[in-house]
Every structure is written in C-alpha cells, then in structure tokens.
C-alpha cells in the first residue's frame, strides 16, 4: 500500500511537471477591431496628408472581411502616436466565424497598400487587457546625444539582421535639412534694407511667412496661418532671383 502510494504521488508530480503550462489570465483571441497608422516624413500640409490617407484608404476599401471603415488625417502631429504619423484608419471586422484570422487580413491589407511611396503603414490588432503597447521595449541613454543616436541605429540594424521584428520604430527627432543664410549687413544697410525684411522674404520660399494663429474647435493647439508662393516658385533657383524691398529701389537678393 506504501508503495502504491508513493508511485502515485511520483507520477502526480511528474505529471503536473510534465503538463502544466501556468495560467494564462488574458489568453489571446481573435480582434473585433484593429487600426492602422500612416506614417511619413515630410513638411505636407493638411491637404496634402489628407490625401495620402485617402490614398490608403483607398486600397484597404472593399473588403468584405471589414465591417466598417473609418479614416482621419492629422494636420497636426499626435505626440503619442508619433511625429511621423499623418493619418489613421480604424475598422471593425465581421464575426470571427465568418472570416479568416485577423492577421491574414492585415497582411492582405498591407500587400494592397505596399505600392503607394514614401509611407509606412503600422497595423495593430485589438489589445485585450492590461499592459497594452509593443511586446518589446528599449529604452536607450547617454550623457552624449550622438552616441544614443549611434546606439539606436546599431540596435534597429541588428533587429532587422535577426529578422523577426515588425513595424519598428523610435522617439527620436525626425531627420531634416537646417539652411543658413549669411546677410552682409553692412550692404543691406547701405540698400536701406534689414534682416528682418530680408528674412521674411525668404521665408515665402521655405516653411512660410506667419501672419496670424487659429485654434480650430477639434485640437487644443494652434494652426499657424502662413504665406508661401505658390509650389512652383518654392525652389533654390528661385532663391538667387528673389528681389527685396529697400527704401529706394527692389534689390537681388543675392546682392546682399
């Protein structure tokens, strides 16, 4: 009888050892919903991001997996979701018994949209429970902002060597062109001109010359309202026939 029981309790603790996986209180189920984030760098204005995410939602239209489809483009950067993200579309799927895994959907949806340049299309499913987010997440400090920056570019280069990772991405400052225009102030002085006059004449030709602000009732930012010339004036050759005003006559910009 002892030896029963103890060959008993041997093979109960085998097996609990052999076949117990843990609890898992948020176990993974097929997403009602999912949404995807439209990313791209670049200084677009609000119609031009609007039509990027048409553009998108274009392609993912007309699925008959998808039970509702609902777009929006942002004229003003989402700091939570990003600097880079210009839009954002949301769907509702129809019932899991009707249609394929959610994954298989979005990767359809991510072949239909993989022609369209200059865009990176980030897909999340429907997150259950707690802890929400990236399953992976790194966080990267150091005294000198170029070694982070070198240690953020080493680590998304091994990442995509191992291979295994999606819809990438950091915090970091998006990337960009600084310009600098030297002025000979004493050439502008004797043109009977100045910086400030100069300066925004050229912003015209760049980011735009701000003349007031506007707070529209969906955003609690402002919205700079500004004056640019027309696209096909904006270029750097436009830049050498640009003409200020001076007290006498115009001038060449490239005079000063």
């Not at 760098?41 to 939602?57: K, M």
């Not at 004229?75 to 839009?87: K, T």
């Not at 700079?224 to 005003?245: A, F, M, Y």
Request: aromatic share 6%; glycine share 8%.
């Amino acid at each position: 009888m002892l030896l029963v029981t103890i060959l008993l309790m041997v093979l109960l603790y085998t097996g609990y050892a052999r076949f117990n996986h843990g609890v898992d209180f948020f176990p993974a189920v097929e997403p009602d919903s999912a949404q995807v984030l439209v990313r791209a760098r670049g200084d677009f204005s609000a119609q031009e991001t609007d039509a990027i995410v048409q553009r998108v939602e274009a392609k993912l239209s007309g699925m008959s997996e998808v039970r509702a489809l609902y777009a929006r483009s942002f004229a003003v950067p989402n700091e939570q979701m990003g600097n880079d993200v210009i839009g954002m579309l949301q769907f509702q799927f129809i019932d899991w018994h009707e249609r394929r895994p959610a994954q298989a959907i979005l990767s359809d949806m991510a072949k239909r949209a993989e022609d369209i340049p200059g865009i990176t299309l980030e897909f999340q499913e429907q997150e259950m429970g707690p802890g929400g987010g990236k399953p992976i997440v790194l966080e990267v400090s150091a005294t000198n902002p170029d070694v982070a920056d070198a240690g953020v570019n080493q680590l998304t280069q091994l990442m995509r060597e191992l291979g295994g990772f999606t819809d990438i991405q950091d915090n970091r400052s998006l990337p960009g062109v600084e310009w600098q225009v030297n002025v000979d102030r004493e050439a502008a002085a004797r043109m009977g001109t100045d910086v400030t006059t100069i300066g925004s004449a050229v912003q015209l030709l760049t980011t735009g010359l701000q003349v007031a602000s506007y707070r529209p009732p969906e955003v609690s930012d402002e919205v700079d309202i500004r004056v640019r010339l027309p696209q096909n004036w904006r270029s750097l050759d436009q830049l050498e026939r640009l003409t200020i005003n001076t007290s006498g006559d115009r001038c060449r910009f490239r005079t000063l």
